[in-house]
Nanobody, 123 residues
Framework: QVQLVESGGGLVQAGGSLRLSCAASGGTFVNYAMGWFRQAPGKEREFVAHISWSGGSTYYADSVKGRFTMSRDNAKNTVSLQMNSLKPADTAVYYC????????????????WGQGTQVTVSS
């Protein structure tokens, strides 16, 4: 059983930056591909980014490509999401997730989820 805890959310003005972190415990972290998803009020959860077990491969949603960067530190059992040039449309609860399978954009294929952290971008 893997436990995931996100942190780093908050309120930021448009154009600003935030760095989200996700700490994993209870499992062999390096065995899991990791993903970030987000859910805005009244909308479905959507894929943001994922990273391979080694950290050597990343993939981003078109809406965040070039602005967000996902990374992982297997020695510290953490993943991060550096978010730059934030827009009001980025406002959502952000979730990290762990997948026993290959990295994927499909939320249903992730096995463990954190509780989420709120990101609010003001205009």
């Amino acid at each position: 059983q893997v436990q995931l805890v996100e942190s780093g959310g908050g309120l930021v003005q448009a154009g600003g930056s935030l760095r989200l972190s996700c700490a994993a415990s209870g499992g062999t972290f390096v065995n899991y591909a990791m993903g970030w998803f987000r859910q805005a009020p009244g909308k479905e959860r959507e894929f943001v980014a994922h990273i391979s077990w080694s950290g050597g491969s990343t993939y981003y949603a078109d809406s965040v490509k070039g602005r967000f960067t996902m990374s992982r530190d297997n020695a510290k059992n953490t993943v991060s999401l550096q978010m730059n040039s934030l827009k009001p449309a980025d406002t959502a609860v952000y979730y990290c997730a762990a997948s026993w399978s290959i990295p994927t954009t499909r939320a249903l294929l992730y096995d463990y989820w954190g509780q989420g952290t709120q990101v609010t971008v003001s205009s």
